[in-house]
């Protein structure tokens, strides 16, 4: 795993007064263990990765409580395993990123809604939304509403989010419905304090079985003909009880406010934001206390008729705040005024953008554009106009000053394996020409970016060689199909591999093997070579392709750019149908990097021998046309000033965080480049030999007129 | 009137320990008893593109707020940022642009320091970003900034970036949080305490000191190897404006080849000098053509790879950039890929002709190529290329040696007829050298460019069917479009472009 939690490990062993500090995803976990789960499992991703990586390091406080955790293949296999909550009064709790792991949940999900639950469950979602997000903008709200899943949006604050995580169980139980938390990536990182409580044993967990399985009961099953009964039920029983739960319990706030003509209704995620708004606009202070009444949706589906209704009673206008689009509170907010017909005017998209994250510039112009609108009486609203339009000005006139500056995106990590097989690609294309590449979710779509610009199409997590199903019979050439380790187990091995076997396809795909869920943070998989508990998995890919009737199936080291470039152009090449499949084999780098680091550190410090490589290039060699870099992209490998006084463009240089992965060789190697590069072996506590042969060559090569180093040895 | 917080926005590059960073920040606040909130987007993006931190302080005990809790943002607002830290220049700049960064309210510290994006890396010249237009950018829109190289700050210290960043933010003051107190966080972690102690020290000392923004470029080494008395009188008399480039190409031939071969450039200056007065380039022109000429025939041959692989010093620089400790054995392996035309290059024209007429009717041939890892610090290495390098003398008679004499001849011709127009093209043609550089097919993609300027553009121009003015803004564009992408599309778009607009050579 790509980090240690050892810290974040122990504040989930806090009892009660205790203060937790920390992040805000790690304060869900807590709040998890706080609140008697028996179970917890889900599929990594950003922002939720550190719940389930923080317990799978806290192994020893799950066994002292009974909790089960699963690490999931998939946010389907995620959704599914909240089943036990149907039958069993077991507290369950799952978590993906959303919107994309809530697809792939959505058939479990449909059929977890429909049939209820008797043991709370409830699905923390992370809202992968806005500034560094990874995944497309679609709202979570809409499978909320179509599946009958209470969904909740704290406010941003620890306590706000433990109390949520903590009243949703009993929510859940209450109304016999699933609940989702929400959260968005800044609020899963968010840093602050709240007060634990002990941690509970559950009824019943590992620690203390169910005896057996209840009596049959049909009405537990998302099966005809009880799903017309359980689909009458999610409307006129659970919904009236999420509301009357949700009003009695007061899990939405409302802050009152002079301002008694308008009002605003926030989602509890993006009240912060808005307080921080009216705060600049001298409008609230900073304990939140705010001059305009504002409705605080900590619960963001269901709504809670009667309370909207009150809120809005007597108010020429309000303002809803809900990013994303469609504006599904808007419109329901709309129809309730109607029905109970108040004639409250309700503003929302079109003060507030229909796209794009509600930063806390979009929400300051979206506030004075409702206060023009709504003009409430006892505030001066020209001049809250006239000091958003500064701030506006004032931001076009630095983007102005300094015009548009390349952007910088992510990219493979310095040494990283999955670079050399896009080098070899390049280079395949150079000689047979361009071919459609279908890409897929993981580190590997950063060859989307520059110096490669490979990919034509992204279509979902380890959905690459579907997505070429149609493309390779319509194209010239075979498509290439490229997917990770972890899309191939998510999914791929059965939507690609098998799918492409069984219509027997012409295509070739690449399986980049690097032994984890890497971009997440290293996640272990079915292929790794050690899981959780520290035994193997045991599962191959490999086997799993020959066992499904792959026959021409190439196992290359990733860094043999020459080879990798062969195999390719084989594959692309011979005249034998079916898929053929390159295994791109090569370790995670930084999870070498970060092994090998401490047993360096250990060889060097017992004095042991040790050889370390890295790469340079030749100031006077290098002509400065960067053909390289186009080619290989490493963060380590750029450029500098050119030391020579007649020369003007900038030479290429390996810098300090070089790794020695042999890239850079291999591809001037491979492209025929130039002869820069070199390759310097340093050994570190050299042995009697190591110092004999050194002390030679240096004698050897002064009488030939040369020098090695100033000593010999 | 309710406490303001202090807004702390943090740029950086995802793997530099921005996440360690703000927690040491929220720790010496909470040390302090100050209520304090970070957030930050990890995930996929950090690996290595651009990120931000953002935290929020309020200069108040909690103790004295009575129970109130302050209602923290998860955003930076535009006008509302008290400190912008930067751990590169150019992120410190797309902060700028963003609007974080106000007149009325903003310190920004940010490092000097470069690390450059891939759209700069991969550009075929030079695609580097103007430094001082954005350290201008950030000086005006800051109310106070301090910028300096945290980079080598952070090398000098042995520690990341992060800990010298830390020491920016305890220096500036802007915090009211003393520097004991982030020291004690840095304590409190408990990784690589004495590093990132130093780097905190040298960022406190640095924003403290007020380090001048642009730090003196480091003098060139610049040893000369013999130079001939009687050239460096020839070159005395050089105008002002061309003699140190000059002098440079005489140190470069002589080492390259011997004094004669450094005449023969003399010799070929003379006429380019003498062209340059005429039209009263003031000596621009000379130093173009005297920059190109000394590049161009010093060109890169298997013996120039030799000597520069052989050169005095260069293992012992290497070992020293590489941090090689005393007594430490190593080796240096040379990746070389020589192909036929390497090997041609070194024969006699007549037999390398039959080389190379045998290579493209074969083209199996042509692509042949012996990669090989020489190991320069053994002593059966090192003798390969003492071979090599000593074909020096023989040079003058290789088939590489004569084409590339016809090549150059050829050029300052075009120079010279240029200069008949005026010295703008003139100078604009003697710069089109700078296409041909590099090894294997970069040095063929180059040339080729070169011939289809000047086939296209130059002899068409020099010939008056293209008017000076528009012909020297067509050189100039036709170079920057060869430069633009290797698969030469904007070249030949640019070419078609010019071409559309020049009339039709007679017959």
């Known amino acids: ?713 | 009137m309710s406490p303001r917080p202090i807004h702390l926005l943090i740029a950086a590059l995802g793997g530099e320990g921005g996440g360690v960073l703000t927690g040491w920040v929220i720790a010496a606040a909470a040390r302090h008893g100050l209520p304090a909130q970070s957030t930050s987007i990890p995930g996929v993006a950090q690996r290595t593109g651009a990120t931000t931190y953002y935290v929020e302080i309020l200069p108040v005990p909690a103790a004295e707020l009575g129970g109130r809790r302050p209602v923290f943002a998860l955003h930076p607002g535009i006008g509302d940022v008290d400190l912008l830290l930067a751990s590169e220049l150019l992120e410190a700049g797309r902060a700028v642009g963003a609007g974080f960064v106000t007149p009325d309210r903003t310190f920004v510290i940010a490092s000097t320091h470069r690390f450059f994006v891939m759209e700069e890396k991969m550009a075929m010249g030079d695609g580097r970003l103007d430094d001082a237009h954005l350290v201008h950018a950030i000086e005006r829109q800051a109310k106070q900034s301090r910028l300096f190289d945290m980079e080598r700050l952070a090398a000098q210290s042995g520690s990341m970036v992060n800990a010298v960043m830390l020491g920016a933010i305890a220096g500036s003051g802007v915090l009211p949080i003393p520097p004991e107190l982030f020291e004690a966080a840095i304590r409190q972690d408990g990784k690589a305490v004495e590093a990132n102690l130093r780097g905190f020290g040298a960022g406190l000392a640095a924003v403290r000191r007020r380090v001048p923004a642009r730090p003196a470029a480091d003098e060139q080494d610049r040893a000369a190897s013999a130079t001939d008395a009687v050239l460096a009188k020839a070159a005395a008399e050089l105008p002002d404006a061309a003699r140190e480039i000059v002098l440079e190409g005489i140190r470069r031939l002589i080492k390259y080849q011997d004094v004669s071969y450094a005449q023969l450039y003399l010799r070929r200056l003379a006429n380019i000098r003498e062209a340059d007065a005429r039209t009263g380039a003031g000596g621009k022109l000379l130093r173009e053509a005297a920059r190109h000429l000394a590049l161009r025939m010093s060109f890169e041959d298997v013996i120039r790879v030799a000597q520069a692989k052989l050169d005095p010093g260069r293992f012992a620089r290497i070992a020293k950039a590489m941090h090689v400790g005393p007594g430490e054995p190593f080796a240096i392996v040379e990746f070389l890929k020589p192909g036929i035309d390497e090997l041609a290059s070194v024969l006699p024209p007549r037999l390398a002709g039959a080389m190379l007429w045998l290579s493209r009717r074969f083209p199996r041939l042509g692509r042949l190529h012996w990669g090989m890892a020489v190991r320069s610090t053994s002593i059966t290495g090192y003798l390969q290329f003492r071979l090599l390098r000593a074909l020096k003398r023989w040079r003058p008679r290789t088939h590489r040696f004569r084409a590339e004499q016809q090549a150059i001849e050829a050029w300052l011709a075009r120079i010279a007829a240029a200069a008949e127009i005026s010295a703008d093209l003139a100078i604009e043609v003697a710069e089109c050298a700078r296409l041909i550089k590099g090894y294997g097919d970069t040095h063929k993609r180059g040339s080729a460019n070169y011939f289809a300027i000047d086939t296209r553009i130059i002899r068409p121009a020099l010939a008056g069917r293209i008017p000076a003015a528009r012909a020297i803004d067509a050189v100039a564009s036709a170079r920057t479009a060869a430069l633009a992408d290797a698969e030469g599309e904007n070249l030949a778009r640019c070419l078609a472009e010019i071409e559309a607009g020049t009339p039709a050579a007679p017959g």
């Open chain 1, 1 to 713: 795993m790509e980090r240690s939690f050892s810290r974040e490990v122990d504040s989930l062993k806090l009892g009660a007064g205790e203060i937790f500090r920390g992040e805000g995803i790690v304060a869900v976990t807590k709040a998890l263990l706080q609140s008697g789960v028996s179970y917890v499992g889900g599929y990594q991703g950003a922002p939720v990765s550190h719940l389930l990586d923080v317990l799978v390091q806290a192994e020893d406080v799950l066994e002292d409580l009974g909790v089960h955790l699963e690490t999931c293949t998939n946010e389907a296999a995620a959704a599914a395993m909240l089943g036990a909550s149907i039958n069993y009064p077991l507290r369950g709790a799952v978590t993906w990123k959303s919107i994309v792991g809530t697809n792939v949940a959505a058939d479990a999900l449909s059929n977890l809604a429909s049939p209820g639950v008797i043991g709370g469950a409830m699905i923390i979602i992370g809202e992968d939304y806005g500034e560094g997000a990874s995944v497309i903008q679609e709202r979570s709200y809409a499978f909320a509403m179509k599946s009958g899943i209470w969904l909740l949006d704290p406010r941003p604050d620890l306590p706000t989010i433990v109390a949520c995580v903590e009243q949703g169980f009993e929510l859940s139980e209450a109304t016999h419905a699933p609940v989702m938390l929400e959260l968005r990536i800044r609020a899963c990182h968010v840093t602050g304090e709240f007060e634990a409580k002990d941690n509970r044993r559950a009824v019943y967990s590992g620690l203390n079985r169910i005896a057996g399985p209840p009596p049959f009961r049909y009405g537990r099953l998302a099966h005809p003909p009880v799903t017309f009964a359980q689909e009458r039920c999610k409307v006129e029983e659970r919904l009236p009880a999420a509301q009357t739960f949700i009003r009695e319990r007061r899990l939405n706030e409302f802050l009152d406010g002079d301002l008694s003509d308008i009002g605003i209704v926030v989602l509890g995620g993006l009240a912060h934001n808005v307080l921080r708004a009216l705060e600049r606009l001298g409008l609230a202070d900073i304990f939140g206390a705010s001059r305009v009444p504002i409705h605080v949706l900590n619960v963001a589906y269901p709504l809670v008729p009667d309370e909207v209704r009150g809120f809005c009673l007597g108010k020429r206008a309000v303002l809803v705040v809900e990013e994303g689009y469609p504006d599904y509170i808007e419109q329901a907010i709309q129809v309730e005024l109607r029905r109970a017909a108040i004639q409250t005017s309700v503003y929302g998209k079109g003060c507030l953008p229909k796209a794009g994250e509600y930063t806390s510039a979009v929400l300051l112009d979206g506030l004075a554009g409702f206060f023009s609108a709504a003009r409430p009486s006892g505030l001066d609203v020209d001049a809250i106009a006239e000091r958003a339009g500064a701030l506006q000005a004032q931001k076009e006139s630095a983007a102005a000053a300094l015009g548009e500056l390349p952007a910088r995106p992510p990219t493979f990590c310095t040494g990283c394996p999955e670079r050399p097989v896009f080098s070899a690609i390049k280079l395949m294309e150079r000689e047979i020409g361009k071919t459609h590449i279908s890409a897929d979710i993981g580190c590997h779509s950063f060859a989307t970016f520059a110096p490669f610009s490979l990919g034509n199409s992204i279509l979902g997590y380890g959905m690459s060689l579907a997505s070429a199903a149609a493309v390779g019979p319509n194209l010239e050439r075979r498509p290439i199909a490229i997917m990770g380790d972890g899309g191939f187990w998510h999914n791929g091995v059965i939507t690609g591999v098998a799918g492409h076997l069984f219509n027997a396809g012409d295509g070739v795909l690449i399986i980049m093997q690097n032994g984890y869920t890497s971009a997440t943070g290293q996640q272990a998989m079915p292929s790794s070579a050690s899981s959780r508990t520290g035994s193997p998995p045991g599962m191959n890919i490999e086997k799993t392709l020959r066992s499904l009737g792959v026959k021409w199936l190439r196992k290359v080291r990733t860094y043999g750019v020459a080879d990798m470039l062969a195999t390719l152009k084989e594959a692309m090449r011979t005249a034998e149908r079916g898929l053929k499949v390159i295994i791109a084999d090569g370790e995670c780098q930084l999870a070498r990097q970060r092994r090998l680091r401490t047993e360096e550190a250990g060889k060097l410090a017992r004095g042991a021998r040790l050889v370390r490589a890295r790469y340079g290039v030749d100031d006077e060699i290098c002509t400065g046309d960067h053909s390289c870099i186009r080619l290989s992209g490493c963060p380590s490998l750029t450029v500098k000033p050119n030391p020579d006084p007649l020369r003007t463009d900038p030479v290429a240089t390996v810098i300090e965080s070089c790794v020695g992965c042999g890239l850079c060789g291999e591809v001037a190697h491979a492209a025929v480049l130039c002869p820069s590069f070199y390759r310097v072996e340093i050994i570190r506590n050299p042995n009697f030999f190591d110092r004999l042969l050194f002390a030679w060559r240096n004698r050897v090569i002064g009488w030939l007129g040369g020098r090695i180093a100033e000593a010999g040895g």
